[in-house]
């Protein structure tokens, strides 16, 4: 079993493996409901997993072993929260686009939330559909309060295996260490992005096993999700991908890496799935 990284390539040489809310903060409860997004919905709505293994020549992208492992740990793990899920495999940027607008023009005023799960080789803050790249930020923008209305003051979960760059992390050694009023929100609100890796570097997946990001998420979330809110899964998703995880590729310089995912939250409550 090797470790790859999802960019658009590795040299051959270098190895086989990518408040002011108007709450009186004095006599709020930490866990009131007013910190925490209402779940009493009929369904707790959709997760859309794009599965993109296998690119067109032309883009100089080699196929991506180990996700269909990915996109199997994500079904199981987000449809045991509640999630109607489906996947979507190789799709092309303008297939990507299409589903995504198509999926945030639907109705989801019967939903708690909406989640989507990218899974594709990547650089900077792009992401491969089959044929070419587009923009995350173009994705991500169909969701906005102004565009989704059903979704507004719900939260947006992203979930994106890729790589952000070519950049490798060498790790460091250390020491152990131990009910509300209409109101007006930005249209960015409610937003949560999860990264694989932080800005400029790779992200690895083994070819076996699918991606260390992806399989620590979904065990996170499996042994978590009903117990703790998500930015807590999060971290113990960052915590376990930052010290179970080193890369082992036939190159050394390539081999013994280390990676960190991002969290970026525009959240503005916690996210407790219903138990």
């Known amino acids: 079993m090797s470790d790859s990284v999802d960019a658009r390539q590795v040299n051959a040489k270098e190895g086989s493996n990518v408040t002011d809310a108007g709450i009186d903060q004095t006599d709020a409860k930490p866990h009131s409901d007013v ?48 999630f109607k899920t489906k996947i979507y495999n190789d799709q092309t940027v303008s297939q990507m686009r299409n589903l995504l607008t198509k999926v945030s023009k639907e109705d989801h005023s019967k939903s708690a939330m909406f989640a989507c799960v990218l899974l594709s ?34 939260p947006k979960l992203f979930f994106i295996q890729a790589c952000r760059g070519t950049g490798l992390d060498d790790g460091i050694e250390c020491d152990s260490v131990g009910g509300e009023e209409a109101q007006r929100i930005p249209i960015e609100a409610d937003f949560l992005y999860v990264y694989s890796t932080v800005p400029g570097y790779y992200s690895w997946r083994n ?12 065990e996170m979330l ?16 960052n915590h376990k991908v930052a010290l179970d995880f080193k890369s082992s590729c036939n190159d050394p310089r390539m081999t013994n890496k280390k990676q960190i995912p991002c ?13």
Request: with cysteine; net charge positive.
């Open 35 to 82: 910190f925490q997004y209402n779940m009493n919905y009929p369904s707790l709505g959709q997760c859309i997993v794009i599965n993109n293994k296998n690119f067109q020549r032309n883009t100089g992208l080699g196929v991506r072993n180990g996700t269909d492992e990915d996109a199997k740990n994500v079904f199981q793990a987000f449809s045991n929260l509640g």
């Open 121 to 154: 080789h990547g650089e900077d803050d792009r992401i491969f559909g089959t044929d070419d790249c587009i923009e995350l930020k173009e994705l991500f923008a169909l969701f906005r309060g102004d565009r989704c209305r059903s979704l507004v003051g719900k």
């Open 207 to 218: 070819n076996a096993n699918g991606s260390w990001f992806i399989s620590s998420l979904c």
């Open 222 to 237: 499996s042994k978590y999700g009903k117990q703790l809110e998500i930015m807590q899964i999060m971290t113990r998703v």
């Open 263 to 275: 969290i970026m939250s525009m959240l503005t409550k916690e996210v407790c799935f219903p138990k």
